[in-house]
């Protein structure tokens, strides 16, 4: 059934149609909500409400081929409602500068990192974290820790062999 037939069955109230409208785009629909919502269930549920919307409002539609391009707009404004709601509007100068490519490749970075982090123990994570990602100086890690200064310099030169094993690169920093 094409478009413009499926349409005018939605107008006159058959659900299925409207279903199949929203099927046939699912995954367009899921996209766009998930640009702005960044969350599985926040889409589903702004997916939701365009769906009620779309069956209540499905009448006032004048030109059936326009429904897709109708109904994507009342998807982002259901997406700009669910953010007002749970106010987490983010200023365009927070937003990364940089391609999508640019966003997804740091992330596989993330997940590399974090991939070589796990091959550390605990406490050999704990004392890198406190080093180099607060920058504390080797005396108050350990005072923070409650341990020996000897064993926070042994806990970062393991740490960090390890690190360069898993990694295969040169140290990060020479101790």
Known sequence: ???????KR??????EALVRLVMAKKEEFYR???VYLGNNEDVLDAME???????ENIRRLKNGASFYSWSK????NCCHSTLRKQKKVIAMEEVPEGSYQDVFAEKEEQIALKKHWAKLSERQREVLKLRFYLDLD???I???LN?????VKSRIHNGLRLLKQSIGGEWVEQI
């Open 10 to 15: 939605a107008k006159a109230g058959d659900q």
């Open 49 to 55: 409400d365009m769906i009620v919307l779309l069956f």
């Open 73 to 76: 707009t009342i998807l982002v």
């Open 32 to 34: 766009l909500a998930y």
């Open 138 to 140: 080797y005396e108050s």
């Open 147 to 151: 341990i020996p200064l000897g064993t």
């Open 142 to 144: 350990a005072q923070i």
């Open 1 to 7: 059934m094409d478009l413009e037939e499926l349409v």
